[in-house]
């Protein structure tokens, strides 16, 4: 699963490495070092740009960074309560469950990120580790998003969330987690953000040369809690030392 990750670089950054515009209009989220559940976050998306009347222009596509926030919401859904539930979304069924199968073949983006982390089982408490490419450039996360349309008063709010797929882990991943994001190598960049591909079925199997040529780093136990933010949660830790425990996401909620 990928239920915590690092986010570093701005929106001009981002806008640069991923040959994309930034339509973040000046709300994108700083630096974090610890994003969780729900919090804002920014993704690379690629539609057809409409006019002033809403009408997409079918023959030209813009490829744009924008904010949202993570725990896809389904149009159809009540409220937005089931969303730090929902932060992801399984590659094996993503195209046949009700609540993302929309969003799989019409709204599909890529979040960027430092790294993820994930934790080891094993005795005792779990091992965290941060999984990066280990140079400055970004692992691109397969993810899906949807509107969901919020009534405050006489208006309604759009809200942009998003979920991160997961696939069955292969390759190095396989000694620290079963499950890992689906991370997306630069040539299906295109196809996994074009519009107009309505069957994704042929991108969601990773991509083993991508994931055994990333970095496998423990860090310290301190990323357990969503308290902590800061550079340090990167940094590699020898195994065994001893630290004071922290809970961990899930152990808090």
């Not at 292969?170 to 196809?191: Q, Y």
Request: net charge negative; aromatic share 6%; charged share 25%.
């Amino acid at each position: 699963m990928c239920g915590r990750y690092a986010s570093t670089k701005n929106p001009a950054l981002l806008a640069a490495e991923f040959d994309a515009v930034d339509a973040t209009e000046g709300v994108a989220p700083g630096p974090d070092f610890n994003v969780a559940p729900t919090k804002l976050v920014s993704a690379v998306v690629e539609r057809h740009p409409r006019d002033d009347e809403g009408n997409p222009d079918p023959d030209t596509t813009e490829r744009s960074v924008r904010v949202m926030r993570w725990g896809l919401v389904p149009h159809w859904a009540k409220d937005l309560s089931g969303a730090a539930k929902m932060i992801n979304a399984r590659s094996e069924s993503v195209l046949d469950k009700p609540a993302y199968r929309d969003s799989a073949a019409k709204r599909r983006c890529i979040v960027p990120a430092a790294g993820w982390y994930e934790w080891q089982p094993g005795e005792g408490r779990k091992q965290p580790y941060f999984i990066n490419p280990g140079d400055d450039s970004s692992i691109a996360m397969a993810g899906i998003w949807s509107v969901w349309w919020q009534q405050e008063g006489d208006e309604r709010k759009p809200i942009i969330t998003c979920a991160v797929l997961t696939t069955d882990a292969i390759g190095d991943m396989t000694s620290v987690h079963h499950r890992m994001p689906l991370v997306l190598p630069k040539d299906r960049w295109a196809a996994w953000l074009d519009p107009d591909n309505a069957d994704p079925k042929d991108l969601l199997a990773p991509d083993l040369d991508l994931v055994n040529a990333l970095e496998l780093r423990p860090v310290s136990m301190k990323v357990n809690s969503i308290k902590n933010n800061d550079p340090s949660l990167l940094d590699a830790v020898r195994l065994g030392e001893s630290e004071k425990p922290e809970p961990t996401l899930f152990e808090l909620s």
